[in-house]
């Protein structure tokens, strides 16, 4: 469930957002102030931010600066909604950083199918980024993976298994969601054949492997701790 702040003084505006967006299946959380948003950010990191420009303490491009200057924070979308229209305003947020610049009067229809289209594009640089974890490197976009400075060959289903596994943020996968994933319909292929492959690219990792968990009864996750 995508997590989306929204960031706007103007509380009949806001309570629009949130119940639609709520109302769409978005987890969402309301700041009528900027300073409390940016002071909320860091523990409670949302997917995307709906931010208002005119704000009564720090203003939207401020905000937006200061977010974009944070290397914990600058891959967080940011949706600028506000009554200024001009051009130079537009140029001057995007130029900030903002992702997308949405002027009021707005259609709930077009800020919802905007986060989704912001998100989706998120979501794919993000699995496109490069993987480092120690000697550990991993280039998705090249389907290269290399051990301590040395180039390690994965077969596709193997540079698959390892993605879902490092991008499911830590969560079990089971044996039935991998198949589902890697194997799609055949029903031909048994869980057994999910053992089998993560136990090839175990070995291939070498000392990484370890980074595979197995949690018994139920599959097996990505923890390097």
């Not at 950083?97 to 707005?106: E, L, N, R, S, V």
């Not at 993605?163 to 994933?181: A, T, Y």
Request: proline share 4%.
């Amino acid at each position: 469930m995508p997590f989306v702040y929204v960031v706007e003084d103007d509380e009949d505006i806001n309570d629009l957002l949130v119940y639609n967006l709520r109302k769409e299946g978005f987890d969402v959380k309301p700041f009528l102030s900027s300073l409390e948003a940016l002071n909320r950010i860091k523990k409670d990191k949302p997917d995307i931010i709906l931010l208002d420009i005119m704000l009564p303490d720090m203003d939207g491009l401020e905000f937006c600066k200061s977010i974009k200057s944070d290397p914990e924070m600058e891959d967080i979308p940011i949706i600028m909604i506000t009554a200024k229209s001009t051009e130079i305003d537009k140029i001057v947020g995007l130029e900030l950083g903002a992702d997308d610049y949405i002027t009021k009067p707005f259609s709930i229809r077009e800020v919802i199918a905007r986060i989704r289209a912001i998100l989706r594009r998120s979501k794919k640089r993000e699995n496109q980024k490069i993987f480092r974890y120690r000697g550990l490197v991993i280039n998705p976009e090249n389907f290269q993976i290399s051990v301590d400075g040395k180039n390690v060959n994965l077969t596709a289903k193997e540079f698959k298994l390892l993605m879902l596994l490092i991008n499911s943020d830590g969560k079990v996968l089971s044996r039935e969601k991998i198949l589902s994933f890697l194997w799609e319909d055949d029903l031909e292929v048994y869980d057994r054949t999910v053992d089998v492959h993560i136990k090839k690219l175990r070995d291939k990792l070498g000392k990484y492997g370890s980074c595979i968990k197995t949690v018994r009864g139920v599959g097996y996750k990505w923890n390097c701790d």
